[in-house]
């Protein structure tokens, strides 16, 4: 095709990906994009909850941290999503330079509150959590690349299904989607002790820290498994039902992306590679966080309901 670019690196290791030697994402093109074989990626989105956390932890600095996490997504080519807690970093110069950095890297940033509350605490009315979603997006709005996804504080959406119903309908009506999660990581029952081992021993390479880093990653290669196993038989059951012959070149639609959960802590600006390559090993590859949940609706006007101020 006349000025069309030449093949890059990208382009030819998906080719080797469709003979199922490289689980690689973004191999599907043509006419017939939207169909894949038993041996395509399982679609995974990466969302990163409670950045940009300023809080001071051991070695790295907060800019560091986001540097290394930005470093480790882009040498994998990841697109990501990070749902920002405005009231622990981005009411700052400092936080909302950091915000902006992920924005400019091509990231995705998400609403997650102004103060972590959590819902299914009695003390926290629904008018009290929907002013601090509104508070955040009064924020978020000036940011490039901002989407009108919401991630559920500790992931509790409600104290029963009345409230959950509830939430539901206050976001629709403020243009949102619920941003939910397959696989939690676990990364910050780790962020604790490692902490805790890197004040004694200032040192990542640390036999204790590598023993951590073991640990976390043995729990999530056992749970990362067990979805991939259900990400497969969900295939399957769609190829079937739509008809498809069977053996190892079944074509049926694209599965619906899983979601990944991971925090802004110290586990992830130092291990966030091994997790990348531990999901491309179970037969997942990361797409687009639009893939997940539609495009933010620009024809519904937001109701806000607190004013935000940044700290600035």
């Not at 940033?109 to 299914?120: F, I």
């Not at 976390?216 to 038989?233: H, I, K, M, S, V």
């Not at 997942?284 to 024809?299: I, Y």
Request: charged residues 20%.
């Amino acid at each position: 095709m006349p000025g069309a670019a030449p093949p890059t690196r990208r382009h030819a290791l998906c080719g080797l990906a469709a003979m199922a030697l490289a689980p690689l994402t973004g191999c599907a093109t043509g006419p017939g994009a939207e169909r894949v074989d038993a041996f395509a990626p399982l679609p995974l989105v990466l969302s990163l909850d409670d950045g940009p956390m300023l809080a001071p932890l051991t070695l790295l600095t907060p800019a560091q941290r986001h540097d290394a996490m930005r470093a480790a997504l882009a040498h994998e080519g990841v697109e990501a999503v990070m749902f920002m807690t405005a009231g622990i970093g981005a009411d700052r110069p400092e936080g909302l330079a950091l915000a902006r950095a992920w924005a400019a890297a091509g990231h995705r940033l998400g609403n997650h509150t102004v103060s972590h509350l959590d819902l299914h605490d009695p003390s926290v009315t629904l008018e009290r959590y929907l002013a601090e979603i509104d508070a955040c997006e009064a924020l978020g709005r000036t940011l490039p690349r901002w989407r009108r996804w919401f991630r559920a504080t500790y992931l509790n959406a409600g104290r029963d299904e009345a409230q959950r119903q509830a939430l539901r309908d206050a976001l629709a009506a403020r243009g949102y989607g619920l941003a939910e999660v397959d696989l939690d990581s676990r990364d910050w029952q780790f962020a604790g002790p490692l902490q805790a081992q890197l004040l004694s021993t200032p040192d990542a390479q640390a036999p204790a820290v590598l023993a951590l880093r073991a640990r976390f990653l043995a729990q999530l290669d056992e749970r990362t498994a067990a979805l991939a196993a259900a990400a497969r038989a969900e295939r399957r059951e769609s190829a079937l039902a739509r008809g498809s012959t069977s053996g190892a070149t079944r074509a049926t639609t694209l599965p619906r992306p899983r979601v990944l959960l991971v925090h802004d802590q110290l586990p992830m600006a130092l291990w966030l590679p091994e997790v990348l390559a531990l999901m491309r090993r179970h037969g997942f590859g990361f797409v687009a966080p639009e893939r997940a949940w539609p495009a933010t609706p620009t024809s519904v006007p937001v109701r806000t309901s607190l004013v935000y101020t940044a700290k600035i």
